[in-house]
């Protein structure tokens, strides 16, 4: 039950959950442009291992399709100067 669980347990349930579903999330510091976090999908569906995807910033932008580049530049920009983004 989840009030019987501790920060520490919500932080590991949420984690085990996150990295069930097939897909690939990761947030990441729009200033440095490093991940601060990502699931286990970065390893089962790009093939990329958890620290290589971390340490190397030019990793996650080589997912984003070509259409979708210069979207995704528009709201790191508006990220960079604290503005609110709608992807």
């Known amino acids: 039950h989840f009030s019987d669980l501790g920060i ?6 949420l984690l ?3 990295d069930s579903l097939p ?5 990441f ?8 976090f990502s ?3 970065v390893e089962t569906l790009c093939g990329f291992s958890l620290e290589d995807f971390k340490e190397n ?5 080589t997912l984003i399709i070509n ?8 709201a790191i920009i508006n990220l960079e ?5 709608d992807l």
């Open 16 to 18: 085990k959950v996150l």
């Open 8 to 13: 520490l347990s919500h932080s590991e349930h």
């Open 39 to 41: 699931t286990s999908g």
């Open 29 to 36: 510091d729009p200033i440095s442009r490093k991940t601060t």
């Open 57 to 61: 910033p030019g990793l996650w932008p």
């Open 23 to 27: 897909e690939v999330l990761f947030s």
């Open 81 to 85: 100067n604290s503005e609110k983004i």
């Open 67 to 74: 259409e979708d580049k210069e979207l995704v530049e528009n």
